[in-house]
T-cell receptor, first 110, second 114 residues
Framework: AQRVTQPEKLLSVFKGAPVELKCNYS??????LFWYVQYSRQRLQLLLR??SRESIKGFTADLNKGETSFHLKKPFAQEEDSAMYYC????????????FGTGTRLQVTL | DTAVSQTPKYLVTQMGNDKSIKCEQN?????MYWYKQDSKKFLKIMFS???????INETVPNRFSPKSPDKAHLNLHINSLELGDSAVYFC?????????????FGNGTRLTVT
């Protein structure tokens, strides 16, 4: 069965500490992967996508096909990074659909 | 100039009632979606329409019926509301359905069934 797992519901780190939000997927083929973020009182929005190999707001995510993981990382957490983060593989089957993980709440404290 | 707008923002109603949530996007996108976010923040797709045609219909009770009068609108009608329907419902749109078509979300509608 196709599945995406974000094992941590809550991740609390101090400002300036490194951050790693875990995401593991179980999909046939090679899905495309995305990270979406929802800041407090804001709408869910795209943070970054694997295909772009980009760094957004200091965040990067490396696709590890061997481990089927797409962890989101940032070397130094900032207060404004506090939000809900969703890992989302895109199932490019007959009808492409984005499936979201259960989400991880990142809490950055002083 | 809101890209994806949903109304109402909050909806409180009693069990057994019928209610609708409206969604409009002004991005010129072809595809629209409804997602449900439960109390544990789990976000799950419900429906997807492409050019007014239903393309995704997940395991959702028949009480939920989407309607797309045109490709800029996707409304969600819910009959005989139940306590378990309480959630935040998000509308989203995308230009297409491929990897280069990120979703643009609305602000959500918080539905509370009492």
């Amino acid at each position: 069965a196709q599945r995406v797992t974000q094992p941590e519901k809550l991740l609390s780190v101090f400002k300036g500490a490194p951050v790693e939000l875990k995401c593991n997927y179980s999909y046939s083929g090679s899905p495309e992967l995305f990270w979406y973020v929802q800041y407090s009182r804001q709408r869910l929005q795209l943070l970054l996508r694997h295909i772009s190999r980009e760094s957004i707001k200091g965040f990067t995510a490396d696709l590890n096909k061997g481990e089927t993981s797409f962890h989101l990382k940032k070397p130094f957490a900032q207060e404004e990074d506090s939000a809900m983060y969703y890992c989302a593989p895109l199932n490019t089957g007959t009808a492409s659909k984005l499936t979201f993980g259960t989400g991880t709440r990142l809490q950055v404290t002083l | 100039d809101t890209a994806v707008s949903q109304t109402p923002k909050y909806l409180v109603t009693q069990m057994g009632n019928d209610k609708s949530i409206k969604c409009e996007q002004n991005l010129g996108h072809d595809t629209m979606y409804w997602y449900k976010q439960d109390s544990k923040k789990f976000l799950k797709i419900m429906f997807s329409y492409n050019n007014k045609e239903l393309i995704i219909n997940e395991t959702v009770p028949n009480r939920f019926s989407p309607k797309s009068p045109d490709k800029a609108h996707l409304n969600l009608h819910i009959n005989s509301l139940e306590l378990g329907d309480s959630a935040v419902y998000f509308c989203a749109s995308s230009q297409g359905t491929g990897i280069n078509s990120p979703l643009h979300f609305g602000n959500g509608t918080r539905l509370t069934v009492t």
